[in-house]
């Protein structure tokens, strides 16, 4: 993770935040040498969110399976979606 200081952000913009993207991980803005803020890309955001959604889907999946809740083998999963698609059992 990268440490900055607030001021690389106001004094140069374009190029702070084309670290943002190049890095593609989250930066920290410090003030008065303690951390402040954390900035990352538009692009950085929904990747980080997508796997939080992720995780948390298989959490729950995993408590799911721990509370002996019924499960589904593949081809009870996969052999309807290749029906709908018509290309039959792959």
Known sequence: ???KPST????DYKGFSEMCHATDEPVVLTRNGEADLV????????KAE?????RTRLW???REIENGEPT???DEVFDPIW????????
């Open 1 to 3: 993770m990268l440490i």
């Open 8 to 11: 690389a952000i106001r004094q």
């Open 39 to 46: 900035v990352m890309s538009w692009e950085s955001y929904q």
């Open 50 to 54: 997508a796997w939080l959604k992720l």
């Open 60 to 62: 729950d999946a995993e």
């Open 72 to 74: 589904l083998t593949l």
């Open 83 to 90: 029906e709908r698609l018509g290309a039959g059992k792959k």
